[in-house]
């Protein structure tokens, strides 16, 4: 972004730090030092003060969630796609027979697994004490449920055994609390029920190893909102169609191959399902491709 652009996005609240005292607030001054702390990529410390405006009372507005989500989304995606790497290098050494570079590798995939497990809890311990107990509107609920099943679908990615299986039904039981929200609240075409049923329908590909469930969620999502296309905003026209467009590459992924190879693709890093991207406007954070818009 060049030097002009910047200046021209961060004047307002640029400005709004020289007002007096008394005209600006303690969750106006964090917020903007979380936009300060994004458009210098410290992520890290835009977590930190997300969660004190969380903390500060009342509803998060949906600019204030958004920046939440992003702050989280990119903590926990370098973690996710270094665990990723890390995991298929250490594949490579074992298939070598390479027992010294294995058992290093696999200490320093522990320590990114411990890494990851933090970020997690603590986003889930935001949603759970704070967030999702002031959420008033259909919309933030669902918002805050599919994060809830996000987050909780992570753990279950390096998880294994009774860990990965607590995970998997958390994550379940909150996309679920979600889309009965969603189908209650949202209509087909609105951008975070849309999101949900990306993220779902990765969930149970990738997680539960159900591609028959994926395939018919995705597919019932992309029918209703296409049904219901004329209908769509303006504003949320991009958003919406976007998300379309990621349910229907998965849908081609999941049907492409033959059904000895379905699990071959889901494992796939260059087959990675899509998920929500972390720079969709209305979710602001998950991922792309093989770290896929919500993965």
């Given at each position: 972004?060049?030097?002009?652009?910047?200046?021209?996005?961060?004047?307002?609240?640029?400005?709004?730090?020289?007002?007096s005292p008394t005209m600006t607030s303690e969750r106006e001054n964090k917020t903007f030092l979380a936009r300060l702390c994004e458009q210098a990529e410290r992520y890290d410390e835009m977590v930190t003060y997300m969660k004190e405006v969380a903390n500060i009372g009342g509803e998060l507005s949906v600019d204030e969630r958004n920046l939440l989500s992003v702050a989280y989304k990119n903590v926990v995606g370098t973690r996710r796609a270094s665990w990723r790497i890390i995991s298929s290098i250490e594949q490579k050494e074992e298939s070598k027979g390479s027992e010294q570079h294995v058992s290093i590798i696999r200490d320093y995939r522990q320590k990114i697994e411990t890494e990851l497990e933090k970020v997690c809890q603590d986003v889930l311990d935001v949603l759970d004490e704070s967030l999702i107990p002031k959420a008033e509107t259909g919309e933030s609920k669902v918002f805050y449920y599919k994060m809830k099943g996000d987050y909780h679908r992570y753990l279950a990615e390096f998880a294994s055994g009774n860990k990965r299986k607590v995970a998997a039904t958390a994550a379940h039981e909150a996309y679920k609390n979600a889309t009965d929200v969603a189908q209650t609240d949202l209509t087909p075409t609105h951008p975070i029920r849309l999101g949900l049923a990306l993220n779902f329908s990765v969930f149970y590909y990738e997680i539960l190893n159900s591609p028959d469930r994926a395939c018919h969620l995705a597919k019932q999502a992309f029918d209703d909102a296409i049904a219901e296309l004329d209908s769509l905003s303006?504003?949320?026209?991009?958003?919406?169609?976007?998300?379309?467009?990621?349910?229907?590459?998965?849908?081609?992924?999941?049907?492409?191959?033959d059904g000895n190879d379905a699990e071959g693709a889901a494992a796939s890093k260059e087959?990675?399902?899509?998920?929500?991207?972390?720079?969709?406007?209305?979710?602001?954070?998950?991922?792309?491709?093989a770290a896929a818009p919500e993965s």
């Open positions: 972004m060049g030097d002009i652009t910047l200046a021209a996005l961060l004047f307002p609240f640029i400005f709004c730090m020289y007002l303006e504003e949320s026209y991009r958003d919406s169609t976007l998300i379309m467009q990621l349910l229907r590459d998965n849908l081609t992924l999941w049907t492409s191959s087959d990675k399902p899509e998920e929500e991207s972390a720079a969709a406007p209305e979710d602001k954070g998950e991922e792309t491709k």
